[in-house]
């Protein structure tokens, strides 16, 4: 079955720095992408969704990239501001009846 | 825009107790979930539901069961309380089944003692 895995499980970047995470998946057949944001005590709050056929997708200061060649998914955080501190989950799939596949969750901290 | 509602917020049990948490969604949304959640171990499927009265087995269903009452609840049962077992369980819900977006609930923190 797919695997993800989720990479750094911890960060941290100064305010105003950009801050990178990284999902490798393993199935081919993958064609749904989500980033989710996890606050302290809340549950998961959808960032962003991508299909397969997308290599890129920028909102509100946030940029997820594809790339299908090696598997990957990134978000990539520009300007981070404290606000951001939370942990962060990717999420695959690949349609269809499939379930979602999540990461092990990054906890990043931006220092004030 | 929706809600979805996780009661209680913390449940702290017994070892060998049975042990209910409940979830309301006014999506209107077809398809229900329950995850579960440990440090550093993401979020695993335990049981999902399609509509009302149906049930669907994910990765961690042993020792647990659940109920889809109506369309906008779906209960979580943990049949017999692990000593020592802390976790998170969400709910969340999606139109269908078919790769729409799902929307978690706030979670309910289990202790067990």
């Known amino acids: 079955g797919e695997q993800v895995e989720q990479r750094p499980p911890h960060l941290s970047v100064p305010e105003g720095d950009s801050a990178v995470i990284i999902c490798t998946y393993t199935d081919s057949a993958t064609a749904y992408f989500y980033w989710y944001k996890q606050e302290p005590g809340a549950g998961l709050q959808l960032l962003m969704s991508?299909?397969?056929?997308?290599d890129r997708k920028e909102e509100q200061g946030l940029t997820v990239l594809l790339n299908k060649k090696d598997k990957q998914l990134s978000l990539n955080l520009t300007a981070a501001h404290p606000g951001d501190s939370a942990v962060y989950f990717c999420?695959?799939?690949?349609?269809?009846?499939?379930?979602?596949?999540f990461g092990k969750g990054t906890q990043l901290i931006i220092q004030p | 825009g929706g809600i979805i509602t996780q009661t209680p917020k913390f449940l702290i049990g017994q070892e060998g107790q049975k042990l209910t948490l409940k979830c309301q969604q006014n999506?209107?949304?077809?398809?229900m979930y329950w995850y579960r959640q440990d440090s550093g171990k993401g979020l695993r499927l335990i049981y999902y539901?399609?509509?009302?009265?149906?049930?669907q087995k994910g990765d961690l269903s042993e020792g647990y069961d659940a109920s889809r009452e109506k369309k906008s609840s779906f209960s979580l049962t943990v049949t017999s309380a692990q000593k020592n077992e802390m976790a998170v369980f969400l709910c969340a819900s999606s139109i269908t089944d078919n790769q729409d977006t799902q929307y978690f609930g706030p979670g309910t923190r289990l202790l067990v003692l």
């Open positions: 999420a695959v799939s690949a349609g269809g009846a499939d379930r979602l596949t």
């Open positions: 539901s399609i509509t009302e009265n149906d049930l």
């Open positions: 999506f209107n949304h077809d398809t």
């Open positions: 991508v299909f397969s056929n997308v």
